[in-house]
């Protein structure tokens, strides 16, 4: 992977949050594109339950100061950037104090999804994409992990397709058991909808759960990667079906070879 560009974007990386298997992944796996000579970024949002000053974030404010507009609204998008110790890789946080300001990530102290994760999804998704612009840093592979994340193969395929920077870059998603039940706000679907992306590209996000994202993610990806040794038999058969290159599940163990021999001659070849 010796000077391959690769954009990961996850909804949690170690060390920030604690370790589950898609932050441990977001983690492991750009470690071992850093350590074959690769140029890495990774992306996640700022969520209020991080610590700033014991990981020592810092604003850019070069990269902070635009207004993404989420159904209608001038949202204001905050950079953030933090070193991983002793692993010279740099992580940029997505934030915004209406979004992310919360001393918590996805669901509140009763387990509750908060209503506004469709929103920011939405934010995050953009403000990943805005960021990569400002830094005129052209990805040859983007790596998407985790549902609050899996918005982002749709907008960079629909939204920002007339975006030169992103031309040759193939999005890899990585599917994971880590869900929710029940859906996200309903009204997502009309959010997307007012960004003026084609209602037939996501139709099945008029019921926004789990599963519907992934397919979206899905949908829009390059070449998949089985993260969980199990998933659910929908997305199973979907992934299946797509007829899209897919690396099956490989343990934290073993995943270095598979993903260094499924990247170069899967997705860039």
Known sequence: MKDKRILYVS????????????????????????????????????????????????EVIRLSGINLVINDLDMPLIIKVASIPKERIQVYFIDNDEYFKRKATLTDENGELFSDN????????KGVIETVKKLNWSPDIIHVHGWLASLLPLYLKEYYKD???????????????????????????NKIKFDNIDEEAF?????????NLMKIAIDYSDALIIGSEELPETLNNYLKDSEKPILEYKSKDEFGPAYTEFFNSEVLS
Do not use: C, W
């Open 11 to 58: 909804s949690e990386v170690v060390p920030y949050l604690p370790e589950t298997e898609i932050s441990s992944m977001s983690f492991e796996a750009p470690r071992l594109v850093n350590q074959q000579g690769g140029q890495i970024r990774i992306f996640m949002p700022r969520y209020g339950n991080i610590n700033e000053r014991r990981h020592q974030l810092h």
């Open 118 to 125: 469709d929103e920011r999804a939405i934010f995050f998704a």
């Open 163 to 189: 975006e030169p920077l992103f031309n040759e870059s193939k999005i890899v998603t990585s599917i994971y058991n880590q869900s929710f039940n029940n859906t996200l706000n309903k009204d997502m679907f």
């Open 203 to 211: 139709k099945s996000l008029e019921e926004p759960t789990f599963n």
